[in-house]
């Protein structure tokens, strides 16, 4: 009977790691009896080899193989190849380690899907990041419009027929890339690419002592050589054209141009020379416009001097990028350009969109917080466009739209994107009132006159999750008090603000009450929240019938907690009839009324009936005094 899934784990001179490495498939939920480790070790001299044939002492799950060592992780992989019995393979390197359910999640997706490969969420750790943020679960995706293909490494979940169909095997005796045949070829040929995005399915460490592989020094020429093949095969199951180009920028970007940076300003002249001889073949024969126009400044410029074998000027743009030294970036108009040796340099000839890098910048912005201050909604946050240099100088603001109307309110920027905002209800509109309705706002971060907005992101927080509460707001300039609120839109939460009560009814909680005294003597009384009411402002109430003006009795403010208005009056003078009970808010120009509901929550309606005779009230008096007195009637 064949395991579920076989772990294949290469291993050479990781003992530190091995403990968490093998402890995290052993955690597995899948089930030990449905998993087979493979452990191959490649020639270890510091003990890994008796911690593995320890560690598999009385674990008929686990198989260690011992071997001389191959210089890569390519034969030891194929060794537990060789040795699998799974229905399905999953390499993990012995310094990384799996994620709790890991196994059974992406088995679960490879059986739901009839899935050949399974990618799962990748997590950086101790200073590595992941190569690709796998943000998005989905059963299918194309390597031409998703960003898997920019990860080949091997640590995937995949189908054991599909690599013994097409007899895959890993690369041996190369230190990196190993892995690139084997995932080309599987990934080309998959009939269905799933991604776990969910889930933290496996973690990369970063060892931090310099022994990554990626980390250590090669012979680039022959490591150029071989990456020449990885394009040959690419060329050869993908046909020219937008698809082919998106697979070979990913090369170049990661594998050929890639070489070109600390390791190439190592070697002396003489071999540097070598290492461009070798790339400018590829140079020559693979990148295309379109190519070259997806690569960053860096990459772009890199290529142009590899292709015109000029190593002078490639290095002067290698130590200028390594060293971080490349300064501001250059802003005309709305174009922002690489300050990268050799721009606007006649002699050099270099076009001028080789440095272009407008289609590069990107906003990035949060908000951190907003409350009202009287009229004023202030609001902290961080937006700065990204890929120009730390000391380009930027400011930020924030526009507010509504149905073909835009204003602009600046803020006030730190160096590093920082920013208050202050939107004035009473001059946010030009320096005039801001009319009612509902505005959206939008952050917008600018250098020159190179700008990006984007929607304005809710900040996190409880206090942001509290439905919607209008407030009373002074706009001044004659157009008096008005209610404002600030609600965040589903589903994206982004921040919108309601002038006027457009959509958000000011004082919805109001809740009233009538109340039957003695002697039949009727009062009613109301409260709401109103924040922002002015507290020398009247409150009244209010009673309404059908074909009747409006009966307002008086009142004044009062309040029992922040933000709440309250009052009370007697029915004296109203007239005989059926009513509805409302709350008057009037100050100035402004007057509202506010509907009041019950404990039921349905409407409060008074009912005034005519007034009883002086003489029935004085008997009534008499007869309430003996009651009090203990006096029998």
Not at 94 to 118: C, H, I, Q, W
Not at 132 to 146: A, E, G, H, K, M
Not at 180 to 205: G, N, Q, R, T, W
Not at 494 to 500: A, E, M, P, S, T
């Amino acid at each position: 009977m064949r395991s579920r899934v076989s772990v294949v784990i290469p291993v050479h001179n990781t003992e530190r790691y091995l403990q968490r490495c093998f402890e995290s498939v052993a955690a597995q939920t899948l089930g030990q009896d449905r998993i087979q480790v493979i452990a191959v070790d490649d020639g270890s001299s510091d003990g890994s080899g008796a911690w593995l044939d320890a560690w598999a002492a009385g674990r008929p799950n686990t198989t260690v193989v011992h071997q001389e060592a191959s210089g890569g992780a390519g034969k030891p992989r194929n060794v537990g190849i060789e040795h699998a019995t799974g229905e399905y393979l999953f390499f993990l390197d012995s310094d990384d380690y799996l994620g709790e359910e890991a196994l059974e999640r992406l088995v679960a997706m490879a059986e739901a899907e009839g899935s050949d490969v399974v990618y799962g969420r990748i997590v950086g750790i101790g200073g590595r990041p992941a190569p690709i943020d796998l943000r998005t679960t989905s059963p299918d995706v194309s390597i031409f419009d998703s960003p898997v293909y920019w990860t080949l490494a091997a640590y995937k979940l995949w189908r054991r027929t599909l690599i013994e169909k097409y007899e895959l095997r890993f690369t041996e005796g190369y230190l990196l890339n190993e892995d690139l045949p084997f995932a080309v070829h599987a990934l080309l040929h998959a009939s269905k690419i799933s991604v776990v995005a969910d889930h933290d399915c496996y973690y990369l460490e970063g060892r931090g002592d310099g022994t990554n592989a990626s980390e250590q020094d090669v012979d680039w020429v022959r490591q150029l050589e071989y990456v020449s093949g990885i394009l040959d095969l690419v060329a050869e199951h993908v046909p020219e054209g937008a698809d082919r180009d998106k697979l070979m920028e990913r090369h170049f970007h990661g594998e050929v141009l890639a070489m070109f940076g600390t390791s190439y300003l190592a070697r002396d002249g003489a071999g540097r020379r070598e290492m461009v001889e070798a790339a400018a073949p590829l140079v020559d024969k693979w990148l295309t416009e379109r190519i070259t126009a997806a690569l960053p400044p860096r990459l772009r410029l890199r290529a142009h001097h590899i292709g015109r074998r000029d190593v002078d000027r490639l290095t002067a743009v290698v130590e200028a990028d390594t060293g971080r030294e490349t300064g501001p970036a250059v802003i005309e108009g709305d174009r922002a350009y690489a300050a990268y040796p050799g721009f606007r340099d006649e002699a050099a000839g270099t076009p001028d969109s080789l440095y272009d890098l407008t289609s590069r910048v990107s906003l990035r912005h949060e908000l951190s917080g907003y409350h009202w201050d009287g009229p004023v909604l202030r609001l902290t946050g961080r937006a700065r466009l990204e890929g120009l240099g730390a000391a380009t100088e930027q400011r930020a603001g924030i526009r507010l739209r509504r149905q073909g109307y835009t204003y602009w309110v600046p803020a006030e920027t730190d160096e590093d994107g920082t920013y208050t905002a202050a939107i004035d209800v009473g001059r946010a509109a030009d320096g005039g009132p801001l009319p009612d309705g509902i505005w959206t706002l939008r952050i917008t971060a600018a250098a020159g006159e190179l700008s990006k907005d984007a929607w304005l992101p809710g900040p996190a927080g409880p206090e942001y999750e509290a439905a919607p509460e209008p407030r009373i707001v002074d706009r001044g300039r004659g157009a008096g008090l008005t209610p404002a609120t600030v609600f965040l839109s589903e589903p994206h939460r982004h921040v919108n603000l309601d002038i006027g009560a457009t959509r958000y009814p000011l004082g919805g909680d109001a809740r009233g009450a009538v109340h039957l005294g003695p002697l039949g003597r009727t009062t009613v009384e109301a409260s709401a929240t109103v924040p922002g009411w002015p507290a020398d402002a009247p409150v009244r109430l209010v009673l309404t019938a059908p074909d009747r003006a409006p009966f307002v009795t008086g009142g004044s403010p009062g309040g029992f907690a922040p933000d709440r208005v309250s009052t009370s009056a007697g029915l004296r003078g109203v007239p005989v009839g059926t009513y509805e009970l409302g709350l008057r808010l009037e100050s100035g120009g402004y007057l509202l009324d506010l509907p009041v509901r019950g404990a039921d929550g349905g409407p409060v309606m008074v009912t005034v009936r005519p007034s009883v005779s002086r003489r029935l009230v004085r008997r009534a008096r008499r007869t309430l005094g003996r009651a009090r007195r203990g006096v029998a009637r």
